[in-house]
C-alpha cells in the first residue's frame, strides 16, 4: 500500500470539531492512511466532550451488601418471581395426577419474604460449596450448614427450586416475543437489566469485554471455545447503544476492534481504544506485514482514527481515536533476591500503558464474580 508522510500540517482530524455531527468523518472521506512521523509528531486528536452525568443514580441509607441487592431486586421484581412460581405450581398440579404420597401434594404457596430467604441461600451456596446440595442439610457435623436449617428446610428449599419460574407461559407468543430464545426468563431478565442502567451511570471511561458463564445443557445461544476454561458456555456482550453520542470512550479487546467499528463509534461521538488484529480489512500492510526491531513503533493516520504497531516481546498492534505513537517512559519494580528492589525504567506507547490500566475493570469484575460462582448440577432446566 502506497502512503504518504504524516506530519503536523496533514492532520485531517484537527479540523472536527465539537458541534460537528456531520458524516464527514468517515475513511472514506478522511482519504488514505498517512504514515506518522515520529520525529515530528501532531498532538494527540480531541476527545469528544463528556456529557454524561456518572455516578448512583439511587438513594440508600447505608453500604451493606444487602442495600446494593435491594436495588436490582426490589420489593417488585421479587414479587413478580414468587407470583409465577405459584401460578406455575397451580398449573403442575391441576395437569398433573399426583400420587397422594407426591410431596407436591403438600405444596404452601410462596411470598416475597420466602424467595429472599431462598434467593440468600442461593448466594451462600456460593461462598460455602459443597458439591451436592443435600448435603448443605446434612446432619454429619463434618458436612453440615447448621444455620441453613434456621433459614428453610431441605425439602422445602428443593420445591421451590423444582417449580421457581420467571414468566406466565399462557401468554407468550413465540412469533412476537421480543427474545424467543429467553423467554423463560426475559421478563425478569429485562426488568434487572432496566434497573442496571438506571441504577448507575458509568465514568467516561468504559471497558467491554464478554464474561464467560459455563452451561452444559440445550441452548440455541451457547458455543464451545476449547482453549477457555468454560468450554461449553454462555458469552453475554455488553451493548453500548444508552452510553452513544455523549463523550464517552471505550476500550475494546481484538475480538471486536476493526476501523470500521471506531468509524461508527465516532459517528456516535464516541471515542475508543484497543488492540487490533492486524490481519483486519483496510488495516495498512505496513501494519499488517511489516517487522520491526524491539522497541520501535510505526503508525499511521486517518482522520481521527490511528493505528499503530509496537515491538515489544512481540508485535502488538493497537487501533486509537485518542492517542498517537508518542512512546513514554514507565517505572517497574524488580524485586531483587535478598528483598531489596529497584526501579527498572522502560518505554512504551502512552496507549498501551493506558490500555492495560483501563482493561484491568474486566478483571477486576471476574475477580468479584468468582468470589460468588453460581454454576450447579441440575436435572431440571427452565431454558
Known amino acids: 500500500m502506497d502512503s504518504e508522510e504524516y506530519s503536523e500540517s496533514d492532520s485531517s482530524y484537527e479540523d472536527i470539531s465539537d458541534e460537528s455531527d456531520s458524516d464527514e468523518d468517515t475513511l472514506d472521506a478522511a482519504g488514505s492512511w498517512c504514515r506518522i512521523k515520529q520525529e515530528i509528531l501532531a498532538p494527540p486528536p480531541p476527545r469528544f466532550p463528556f456529557s454524561g452525568n456518572p455516578g448512583l443514580n439511587t438513594r440508600m441509607d447505608g453500604s451493606s451488601p444487602i442495600e446494593f441487592f435491594c436495588i436490582f431486586f426490589d420489593d417488585d421484581i421479587v414479587g413478580y418471581i414468587a407470583s409465577e412460581t405459584n401460578r406455575y405450581t397451580e398449573d403442575f398440579i391441576e395437569k398433573n395426577d399426583l400420587t397422594p404420597s407426591s410431596r407436591v401434594q403438600k405444596w404452601k404457596y410462596v411470598d416475597s419474604s420466602e424467595i429472599r430467604v431462598f434467593l440468600g441461600i442461593i448466594i451462600l451456596q456460593g461462598i460455602v460449596q459443597k458439591p451436592l446440595q443435600k448435603w448443605y442439610w446434612s446432619q454429619r457435623p463434618l458436612l453440615s450448614t447448621p444455620y441453613l436449617k434456621q433459614l428453610m428446610s431441605e425439602k422445602r428449599f428443593s420445591i421451590i427450586m423444582k417449580f421457581l419460574h420467571f414468566t406466565n407461559n399462557e401468554t407468550i407468543d413465540l412469533e412476537t416475543y421480543p427474545q424467543p430464545g429467553l423467554r423463560k426468563i426475559y421478563e425478569v431478565y429485562d426488568a434487572i437489566n432496566r434497573k442496571f442502567k438506571s441504577s448507575y451511570v458509568p465514568e467516561r471511561d468504559v471497558s ?176
Do not use: W
Not at 286 to 293: F, N, P, V, Y
Not at 353 to 381: E, F, H, W
Open 208 to 383: 467491554v469485554d464478554e464474561s464467560l458463564l459455563l452451561y452444559k445443557g440445550r441452548l440455541g445461544c451457547k458455543q464451545y471455545l476449547p482453549k477457555k476454561r468454560a468450554s461449553y458456555d454462555i458469552s453475554p456482550y455488553i451493548l453500548l447503544v444508552d452510553l452513544l453520542d455523549k463523550g464517552y470512550c471505550v476500550t475494546l479487546d481484538n475480538f471486536y476492534t476493526s476501523p470500521e467499528l471506531a468509524e461508527l463509534l465516532l459517528s456516535h461521538r464516541t471515542d475508543v481504544y484497543d488492540t487490533l488484529k492486524p490481519n483486519r480489512i483496510v488495516v495498512p500492510e505496513e501494519i499488517k506485514k511489516g517487522t520491526l526491531k524491539k522497541g520501535e513503533i510505526v503508525g499511521f493516520q486517518k482522520g481521527k482514527i490511528c493505528v499503530m504497531k509496537y515491538m515489544d516481546k512481540k508485535p502488538i498492534c493497537i487501533l486509537s481515536t485518542v492517542y498517537n505513537t508518542l512512546i513514554v517512559e514507565q517505572d517497574k519494580k524488580r524485586k531483587k533476591t535478598h528483598g531489596k528492589s529497584e526501579r527498572i525504567v522502560s518505554k512504551k506507547p502512552q496507549a498501551i500503558i493506558d490500555y492495560n490500566l483501563t482493561m484491568g475493570g474486566v478483571d477486576k469484575a471476574d475477580q468479584c464474580l468468582s468470589y460468588y460462582p453460581t454454576v450447579r448440577n441440575s436435572k431440571r432446566s427452565i431454558t
